[in-house]
């Protein structure tokens, strides 16, 4: 049985953070119910790789739900929407909260339907007045951090390709929304859970502001080069690259020996990990020089070996058939319509060792279960008909 079993979730989220919110409880066991607008959301179709042109970004964080198309702005829908709501222990939205209060989404709208109802609501930059209705998507949380000027080149900032600061925004909400479940036992009261792109990405960039803050060193990017500690950058091989990273005394000594010169190890330039990350350029360039004499298996045979961290820097053909992630069983894979493989959807990132997560249930359709998600609330079958025939459902 799931931790979350028996608990009720309505995902009006849409894109990533809300959506794999909801995925997360779904993979502990709760039943989670997807609103659809009729004929499918927008963030349905991104990456399309099914026939009817589902999105592989759709796929991953939809699984463990069912799909219900409604048209929640009109006033039929509406009626819908609150018997839902009433049913729902969590309402998840991704949405400014002038939008949230537009569709009566708002905690206060919500708690007038079920007083106890907890709100898991995501936005670009939270909920300060200044900011609270301004929009973003995950690139704007990175570069707005200052993470994306020290990545990359100086006269050429990158920003990282998969929306990271998306997933960890939904995983955040995800812990927020069971941590308001848990109060809720004590208290019998619900609550809001709000979470934002900007106060994830801003943790994640945490390290670098607090160093500037304080010794106002004005970083400047360094490609993949860690400027801390060293040598700790992206390495060519004759036939590919790989990351490695060495950090502290003991796996500097190890590292000085793989390549022969352990003379390094009593170099006073090297007496420490800043000391090491100032002289980076240079350790990075006699790992470049061992690294090159080497496949990429073989150097990171040795590497691991040494016991310093290492891996291929795969391409995506890669890394779904990667030994180390094939051996870490990360993958569940699913049929699913117009699809002519298994999809490969990537499991819950936490594991549970009594009550583990599991993928119950594939990715749905638009409106999928629309009949039973309405029967379930008590609507009869010429009820369910007369909305469809309105378009409502």
Same mark, same amino acid.
């Given at each position: 049985?799931?931790?979350? +079993? ?38 349905? %179709?991104?990456?399309? *790789? ?29 009626? =819908? ?8 222990? &969590? ?15 708002? %905690? +206060? ?14 936005? !670009? ?9 301004? *929009? ?45 479940? %848990? ?11 709000? !979470? ?20 106002? =060193? ?7 080069? /860690? ?73 990171? !045979?040795?590497?691991?070996? /040494? ?5 291929? &820097?795969?391409?995506?053909? +890669? ?7 094939? /051996? ?12 002519? +493989? ?8 936490? /594991? ?42």
């Amino acid at each position: 049985m799931g931790v979350l +079993e028996g608990i009720k979730v309505l995902d009006l989220g849409r894109y990533i953070a809300g959506p794999f919110c909801a995925a997360l409880l779904g993979d502990y066991g709760a039943d989670v119910i997807r609103v659809d607008r009729v004929g499918g959301s927008e963030d349905r %179709y991104i990456l399309p *790789v099914s026939e009817q042109g589902d999105g592989a970004q759709f796929l991953q964080v939809n699984r463990n739900k069912r799909s219900i198309s409604l048209e929640i702005a009109t006033p039929q829908g509406k009626e =819908v929407l609150h018997e839902l709501i009433r049913r729902s222990d &969590v309402v998840i939205a991704n949405m400014p909260p002038r939008t949230l209060a537009k569709l009566g989404l708002d %905690y +206060e709208s919500l708690r007038a339907v079920r007083p106890d109802i907890v709100l898991t609501a995501s936005t !670009a930059f939270g909920s300060a007045p200044a900011v609270r209705d301004r *929009v973003g998507f995950d690139g704007v949380g990175q570069c707005i951090s200052g993470a994306v000027h020290i990545t990359g080149l100086p006269d050429h900032p990158m920003k990282f390709m998969v929306p990271a600061v998306d997933f960890a925004t939904g995983l955040s909400c995800a812990l927020g929304t069971m941590m308001a479940l %848990y109060e809720r036992k004590s208290s019998g009261t619900g609550q809001e859970v709000g !979470a934002s792109l900007l106060q994830t990405s801003l943790n994640f960039a945490s390290s670098c502001l607090i160093e500037e803050a304080v010794l106002h =060193v004005d970083r400047k990017a360094t490609l993949n080069r /860690a400027p801390h500690y060293a040598p700790s950058d992206i390495f060519r091989t004759r036939d590919g690259w790989f990351i490695a990273q060495v950090i502290g005394p003991a796996m500097f000594k190890r590292w000085t020996r793989l390549i022969g010169k352990p003379e390094l190890f009593d170099d006073e330039r090297f007496q420490s990990d800043p000391q090491r990350g100032e002289h980076g350029e240079y350790l990075s360039g006699l790992m470049n020089e061992w690294s090159g004499q080497f496949t990429r298996a073989e150097a990171l !045979a040795l590497l691991t070996e /040494a016991r310093i961290p290492a891996s291929p &820097v795969n391409s995506p053909r +890669e890394a779904l058939e990667d030994d180390a992630i094939r /051996a870490a069983e990360a993958f569940h894979p699913v049929e699913y319509p117009g699809v002519s +493989e298994p999809v490969p959807l990537i499991k819950s990132p936490v /594991a549970l060792s009594r009550t583990p997560p599991s993928i119950r249930l594939r990715p749905p359709q638009p409106g999928e279960h629309t009949d039973e998600v309405l029967g379930d609330i008590g609507y009869s079958k010429d009820e369910i008909a007369r909305l469809r025939a309105q378009g409502i459902v």
